[in-house]
């Protein structure tokens, strides 16, 4: 569900950035042929990039902790939820997108079986190039290598003009282009800036069917053709009708200068334009997490000698040196990591009995995620527990009195040996809706002038510490 959301917003946010490079830097142009490369291009661009994923490395090689998942503390005393914390927002979005998209997709059905109906009841004169369609209700029209005509009169000029025009666009492939715009605008119906970027689409194609034609006629004789041929019919989907689309903006542009050679300069922006889109959507960090990460000094360990660890990536509030001895390595990933005694499910079935919500925190409305950090000895057992980060009013000796009371756990292996394992564990002290206080508030998040707030009053703030990174193996 997460993955179609996501997928239809960098959609949406590459179309909107593509179609406003196209207005701001490149409409104005007279290279019709590579402003419609570009349109089409980016079109491919945004539907494509959503999916690719390239993984790269940055920083030094570090090592991450293993956190196990966050435990939730104090929930059964809300109240029954309501109709809108019950309510389900994403499932509701997800619900109403694949209404409008099952509405859109039909309607794009209809034109198409529209279209094809239409032919049928036409009379066809194939020729090389193209196929005549001949009605009396068509109005002149190209539809992939159909020209649509209400009569065919070839010997008459105004209507050899008309011919020319189609069949550029039928030379050029144009309902190609409509056609997977007809697709995108079914994806992203409810992105308004997919219905301008048709319409840019539109208005290239037109431009360059028209400057095919005022090569063999005078521009003036077309646009009075222009002008007198204009209607009102709407178009449909993929078909071209010659003088429905902004023929006001079309005779501009007939007799507009042409763009001076050096101005195709613009078309190497789309260079880096490109290139950031692929980074900012398709790029990932191979090593990117919020979470603390460590890193240790194994080899340049001497006898007798002490290891410094230290936090990187954390809040002046998280971090926390701890003093190792050699004979005592600590792996922070493993072969074959710690398991609590009956698993997972016993492990959080441990916690959520054995912890009880602190009353002096319960009655100030303290509540809160707090950030344990301990070690899984070779034996099981486990020792070096540490706060990395707390809310205070006792819940932090409470959470760490259980752990330290915990029952031994499978130690790691590494290299089919018994070893020294760090672990993180976040858990979450949550009130019921009638019992949140100040902290719900953020209050205690506060600080002044070097001290911090806490439930028990103003406190030295914690000093920071430079964070260290130190290369090494497991």
Request: hydrophobic share 45%; charged share 20%.
């Amino acid at each position: 569900m997460n993955g179609i959301i996501n997928y239809l917003w960098e959609f949406s946010l590459i179309l909107i950035i593509c179609w406003g490079f196209y207005k701001l830097v490149l409409e104005k142009l007279t290279f019709f042929e590579l402003n419609r490369s570009f349109l089409i291009g980016t079109l491919l661009l945004a539907l494509i990039t959503p999916f690719l994923s390239f993984k790269f490395f940055t920083g030094p090689d570090i090592i991450r902790e293993i956190t196990l998942p966050t435990v939730f503390i104090g929930e059964a005393v809300d109240s029954s939820p309501g109709i809108w914390s019950s309510f389900n927002w994403t499932e509701a979005l997800l619900a109403i997108y694949l209404v409008g998209f099952s509405v859109s997709f039909i309607h794009f059905l209809i034109g198409l079986v529209k279209s094809f109906l239409l032919l049928k009841l036409a009379k066809r004169i194939k020729t090389e190039r193209v196929t005549f369609a001949i009605h009396d209700q068509f109005q002149p029209a190209s539809f992939f290598h159909y020209i649509l005509l209400p009569e065919f009169k070839p010997n008459d000029s105004e209507q050899r003009q008309i011919i020319l025009h189609e069949s550029i666009h039928v030379e050029k492939k144009h309902s190609v282009d409509l056609l997977l715009v007809q697709i995108a605008k079914v994806v992203l119906w409810f992105n308004p800036v997919v219905y301008l970027f048709e319409q840019s689409l539109r208005e290239v194609h037109e431009f360059q069917a028209d400057q095919g034609v005022t090569q063999s006629y005078s521009s003036f004789d077309y646009s009075r053709l222009l002008v007198r041929l204009v209607s009102g019919q709407r178009s449909i989907q993929c078909i071209h009708h010659f003088s429905q689309f902004q023929t006001k903006k079309r005779i501009i542009m007939m007799n507009k200068k042409k763009s001076d050679q050096n101005q195709k300069g613009r078309f190497l922006m789309v260079i880096p334009l490109v290139a950031i889109l692929i980074f900012a959507f398709a790029c990932e960090q191979e090593l990117s997490d919020s979470s603390p990460v460590v890193t240790e000094e194994i080899s340049d360990i001497q006898p007798n000698s002490e290891e410094t660890i230290i936090l990187e990536n954390s809040t002046p509030e998280e971090v926390i040196i701890e003093q190792i001895s050699p004979d005592a390595e600590v792996f922070d990933v493993v072969e074959q990591p710690p398991l609590p005694s009956g698993g997972m499910e016993g492990w959080i079935e441990y916690l959520t009995s054995n912890l009880e919500y602190p009353e002096q925190a319960r009655k100030m409305g303290i509540e809160g995620m707090v950030m344990l950090s301990f070690i899984v000895n070779e034996d099981g057992s486990i020792s070096n527990t540490e706060v990395l980060r707390g809310i205070g009013a006792g819940c932090d000796a409470e959470a760490l009195r259980v752990i330290n009371q915990a029952p031994n756990w499978q130690p790691g292996l590494q290299r089919g040996k018994n070893v020294k394992v760090r672990m993180r564990l976040p858990i979450n002290f949550k009130l019921g809706s009638g019992e949140k206080g100040l902290s719900s508030l953020g209050l205690f998040e506060h600080k002044f002038a070097g001290f911090e707030l806490s439930p028990n009053g103003l406190k030295p703030a914690q000093a920071s510490v430079k964070p260290m990174v130190s290369q090494g193996a497991c």
